[in-house]
């Protein structure tokens, strides 16, 4: 008696097809999907029907505002603005024609680095964006992506950077990336469970957003640049050193210049805290940074705006000692209380180092 067979296994012609689409190289799937794409549109230009955006919204993703659609056949789609937003990519050098026949993969996974980690099936729904009718607009043609692309390319990412093929440049797209699966598993569970016990019914209609919106800002913090670059800028020229523009490595110190110029002057008692909560490793140097354990409610915000004034107050001073006596003045330590400034001394320090 045969073996049952496998129904999800591809048969006859399909099961040659797949077998010829395995062989092919990434330029000729590219080509084979744009001639589809030129198909695709000249069926449109002749007058066949396009699906027609039934409901459309904005999705919130950390600091990110992404226009989705769900069109009158049940398919959901993003725009091809929003996908390079939602990636952190740029569209500098994608040379995309507005019409399929121009049709090519976005620009961030074109690189040849990435390009081998796409399956023939993810490179034909690339290579063909999606075309319906917006609702607005006197129902004008568009195009988009298939919503449930975006873990797959998530997964293309990662899979390049797991195999060590990424450069520099790209690194911060395999960190959209992390934190997007990671969001979306967050959220795929509560959402399975509400399904499962009917709480669906009764959570609010934004509920399952805010929870994603929550944790790609509690996620995106630590790859968010909070000390902006002019305040190391300014404090190397202050300190009366050239300020290295090869490597972002710094003096050692500059830490405890760092803790006295913003966390003893944020709010009283925060740096004794920030000390208390982060656990140090052997060579006695904090797991974490101050700023990632602040609150994102109250504490982050009020570090921002602290950054702010310091880094004008650096701008408006002469040297180092110029700059504390303002700050002092201005932003003075929590606890302490200051006398006259007196004749300043320049030869009690050379001002490059403690």
């Known amino acids: 008696m045969d073996e049952a067979r496998n129904d999800s296994e591809p048969t006859g012609k399909a099961r040659g097809g797949k077998a010829r689409a395995e062989k092919l190289s990434a330029d000729e799937r590219k080509e084979i ?5 030129h198909a695709r549109w000249n069926r449109a230009e002749s007058g066949t029907d396009l699906p027609r955006e039934t409901h459309i919204g904005v999705l919130t993703i950390g600091d990110k505002q992404l226009a989705c659609s769900v069109l009158e056949n049940g398919m959901r789609v993003f725009s091809g603005r929003a996908l ?6 740029s569209r500098r050098g994608d040379k995309r024609d507005p019409s399929p026949g121009g049709a090519r993969l976005p620009s961030f996974l074109d690189a040849k680095s990435v390009k081998e980690f796409i399956s023939n099936d993810l490179m034909a729904a690339l290579s063909q964006p999606i075309q319906y009718r917006l609702k607005a607009g006197g129902g004008v043609a568009a195009f988009g992506y298939e919503a449930t692309l975006l873990p797959k390319i998530c997964d ?11 450069g520099k440049r790209q690194q911060p797209l395999a960190t959209s990336a992390e934190i997007l699966v990671r969001g979306f598993a967050h959220v ?11 709480y669906q019914s009764e959570r609010a209609k934004d509920a ?9 800002a509690k996620e995106l913090q630590p790859w968010v640049r909070t000390f902006p670059a ?11 050193l050239e300020y290295p523009k090869d490597t972002v490595q710094r003096p050692q110190y500059f830490g405890v210049l760092t803790n006295d110029v913003v966390y003893k002057r944020l709010a009283p008692g925060v740096l004794s805290e920030l000390k208390k909560v982060i656990p140090r490793n052997d060579a006695g140097r904090p797991t974490a940074k101050y700023f990632q354990k602040l609150t994102t409610n109250i504490g982050y915000p009020k570090l921002r705006e602290h950054l702010g004034a310091v880094v004008a107050i650096m701008q408006l001073s002469t040297n180092y000692h110029d700059f504390i006596d303002k700050l002092n003045r201005l932003r003075p330590r929590f606890g302490q209380q200051y006398l006259l400034p007196l004749e300043y001394e320049p030869e009690a320090d050379n001002g490059k180092g403690l």
């Open 84 to 89: 390079y937003t939602v990636m952190g990519a």
């Open 156 to 166: 293309v990412i990662l899979a390049a950077r797991a195999a060590g093929r990424l």
């Open 33 to 37: 999907a744009v001639k589809a794409a």
């Open 188 to 198: 795929g569970i509560i959402a399975l469970i509400d399904e499962a016990t009917g």
């Open 230 to 240: 002019e305040y190391y800028q300014e404090l190397f020229r202050l300190r009366g």
């Open 208 to 216: 399952l957003a805010q929870i994603l919106e929550a944790f790609i």
